[in-house]
């Protein structure tokens, strides 16, 4: 991270400091008192509960300074820094650091997927130019300022993720830090519970075209006819991949090699690959494409890109497949939608032996999400999947239509809280199972997953 003296930071900020030396430097930026590290200086930020009760906490814990936006008495040998908003100043000082360090910057977003893209695009572009990324899912309006203050002057490249839960928020973070590279993975009907349909999540994603930087270039998903139509208006370069015709980046002759391998063909630019990845499940091969869009958007070949394609691998409750003994676990606990768990449905469909869907609610889906959540349980059927276990409400009504669809009665249950489910998934596992965890983030599927790996 670039060093700055509190002066700068004041000044960065449209700050005034109150206490303390203007001269000396600051180590980093923190929003949390219970994790800051020694010089660091504390955000006091307003939410659910008000920094401002912990400012004090964060000095002892080895702060050197706050910034606040209400008088808070601290020691007179640490920094106090006064501003009227204090998200706004943490905001507005990520923004002069992207302007005084001007790496370029790569903003992701899209309904599924941007973690792995972030991730990937790191893997990939890291073994060419000297990149950061946001760390974990530091996405939103305070993570990715905080993502962005971890910048250091050697970095030339910043690969960001841009989330959102409504209109709005992705212009903000554009504002932030400009993207010279920007990326759709997908608009699927997520976060209904704020926009009255598909079309006006689109509109929302679409901020990120607005906002990158004239003369830059879009990664965009192709297949998707919501991504076409949003861009259509987008003046610099676009780079489509996907499956079908008219993308520059495509995916062709897939595969399946053994239960869990996928070999597939790669075309970018009258270059042609062929790559075998294992273990793997087909959604996630998707999510190397527009990371080797954003490498090529530099200016690399894919024949520079595929010797590194082959070690691309599932991240931590993302789609990652875990052999425990003779059972196989596909830990997809971090998230859930319709599409994404559709697809990762039919994937424990082509497997062998006997097929076990750990399924908790989808949330924020709005006025029809118990439509959605029945529309699953009749595809599960169809599916023929062999054991279901639900958590939640929502989840429950998966396994009530499944049941009426033809899947075994006995062969359901359900549960409130992930904790009771993992005792009893724990109980049902055997030699052979091929076991899918998958919910929305506040179901905590990942308590089955990890009880899961102690069972060998």
């Excluded at 020694?38 to 009760?53: C, N, P, S, W």
């Excluded at 030339?156 to 409504?166: F, G, H, K």
């Amino acid at each position: 991270m670039p060093e700055l003296k509190i002066r700068e930071i004041a000044e960065f900020m449209g700050g005034k400091i109150l206490r303390g030396n203007p001269e000396n430097f600051v180590r980093g930026y923190s929003i949390d008192s219970r994790t800051i590290k020694e010089g660091e200086i504390f955000f006091a930020l307003k939410g659910d509960r008000d920094g401002h009760d912990f400012v004090l906490d964060a000095l002892r814990n080895g702060g050197v300074g706050a910034v606040v936006s209400k008088m808070v008495n601290i020691p007179e040998n640490k920094v106090l820094i006064y501003v009227e908003d204090t998200l706004k100043a943490l905001q507005n000082l990520a923004k002069k650091v992207v302007e005084r360090l001007k790496p370029k910057v790569v903003g992701i977003t899209g309904s599924a997927g941007k973690t792995t893209v972030k991730e990937g695009t790191f893997y990939l572009l890291s073994k060419f130019k000297k990149c950061i990324k946001s760390p974990g899912n530091l996405n939103n309006h305070i993570g990715l300022p905080l993502s962005i203050l971890n910048i250091g002057v050697e970095d030339e490249i910043a690969i960001l993720e841009m989330a959102m839960s409504s209109r709005g928020e992705i212009k903000t973070l554009t504002e932030i830090a400009p993207p010279d590279v920007s990326v759709i993975t997908n608009i699927n009907p997520v976060h209904l519970q704020f926009f009255s349909s598909i079309e006006e999540i689109a509109l929302a994603k679409k901020e990120i075209l607005d906002g990158t930087k004239e003369g830059g270039v879009a990664i965009l998903n192709g297949d998707d006819p919501l991504v076409r139509k949003i861009s259509v208006d987008f003046r610099g370069e676009k780079i489509f991949f996907g499956e079908g015709e008219g993308n520059q980046i495509r995916i062709s002759d897939i595969k399946r090699d053994g239960e869990f391998g996928i070999e597939f063909t790669i075309d970018l630019e009258g270059e042609r690959e062929k790559v075998q990845l294992k273990p793997v499940t087909k959604p996630f091969i998707f999510n190397i494409l527009p990371a080797i869009g954003v490498v090529s958007a530099f200016g690399f070949k894919l024949k520079d890109i595929s010797p590194y394609i082959s070690n691309f691998k599932p991240f931590k409750m993302r789609g990652e497949i875990i052999f425990l003994g003779n059972k196989i676990l596909i830990d997809d606990s971090y998230n859930s939608n319709p599409r994404a768990l559709s697809t990762m449905l039919e994937e424990i469909y082509h497997a062998r032996g006997r097929k076990i869907a750990v399924l908790g609610d989808m949330l924020e889906l709005g006025g029809r999400e118990e439509e959605f959540h029945r529309e699953i349980g009749r595809s599960l059927a169809n599916l023929r999947i062999d054991f279901l276990v639900t958590v939640g409400k929502l989840a429950s009504l998966i396994g009530e239509e499944a049941v009426k669809w033809g899947m075994v009665k006995e062969n359901f249950r359900s549960f409130s809280d992930s904790e009771s489910a993992s005792e009893f998934v724990e109980k049902i596992v055997k030699d052979g199972d091929v076991i899918l965890v998958k919910g929305s983030r506040r179901l905590k599927m990942e308590v089955i997953s990890e009880r899961l790996k102690g069972v060998n």
